[in-house]
T-cell receptor, first 110, second 122 residues
Framework: QSALTQPASVSGSPGQSITISCTGTSSDVGNYNLVSWYQQHPGKAPKLMIYEVTKRPSGISNRFSGSKSGNTASLTISGLQADDEADYYC??????????FGGGTKLTVL | EVQLVESGGGLVQPGGSLRLSCAASGFSFSSYTINWVRQAPGKGLECVAVISGSGGTTYYADSVKGRFTISRDNSKNTLYLQMNSLRDEDTAVYYCAKDSWGFGSSGCFDPWGQGTLVTVSS
């Protein structure tokens, strides 16, 4: 099972919006509304930011939003803040097996 | 508070074995699938093993199939990962993560433990 495809890096200035894409196939992203996004700061465990494509867990800022079109899911962060600088991973259900993760995107806040 | 705490990591020689544990608290342990996810140094996340709440269904990544065994003791609220025939490429931080489902793996993992480092080297 191949990893989902994410850009290696994205950047933006404080207050701006950025979008991170996550491209899979019709066997994972395209076939299920079960895409999650994780934020990981250096040396820390991943933190759930978005699940089931668009849903935010309790306590997650509404600056984080998710969407999906076909085989590509996206994470948008609006009103960028310094603390948003981290690695972001997408993840998709892929049937009766281990889930598949994206390769990760490093977000730099300029 | 829902919490997962891993233990058992360390340095092991290639070909050796190690057993990781993940102690859970703050939720009905037997009702949820738990996943082991690893992260090699400087690399991304990889799901390596999944076990349903009852323990009756397991999944493995192809990279560890036949070498790793996931199990759970619901009476002790503890998850295990037995790792045999370890290779250099198994070096990683290993996380356990609670799924939102009780059967199968949804990809919605919350929370994660703090991770335990496994280093395979001679």
């Amino acid at each position: 099972q191949s990893a989902l495809t994410q850009p290696a890096s994205v950047s933006g200035s404080p207050g701006q919006s950025i979008t991170i894409s996550c491209t899979g196939t019709s066997s994972d992203v395209g076939n299920y509304n079960l895409v999650s996004w994780y934020q990981q700061h250096p040396g820390k465990a991943p933190k759930l930011m978005i699940y089931e494509v668009t849903k935010r867990p309790s306590g997650i800022s509404n600056r984080f939003s998710g969407s999906k079109s076909g085989n590509t899911a996206s994470l948008t962060i609006s009103g960028l803040q310094a603390d948003d600088e981290a690695d972001y991973y997408c993840c998709s259900y892929a049937g009766s097996r281990c889930v598949v993760f994206g390769g990760g995107t490093k977000l730099t806040v300029l | 508070e829902v919490q997962l705490v891993e233990s058992g990591g360390g340095l092991v020689q290639p070909g050796g074995s190690l057993r990781l544990s993940c102690a859970a608290s703050g939720f009905s342990f037997s009702s949820y699938t738990i996943n082991w996810v690893r992260q090699a140094p400087g690399k991304g996340l990889e799901c390596v093993a999944v076990i349903s709440g009852s323990g009756g269904t397991t999944y493995y990544a192809d990279s560890v199939k036949g070498r790793f065994t996931i199990s759970r003791d619901n009476s002790k609220n503890t998850l295990y990962l037995q790792m045999n025939s370890l290779r250099d490429e198994d070096t990683a931080v290993y996380y356990c993560a609670k799924d939102s489902w009780g059967f199968g793996s949804s990809g919605c993992f919350d929370p994660w433990g703090q991770g335990t480092l496994v280093t395979v080297s001679s």
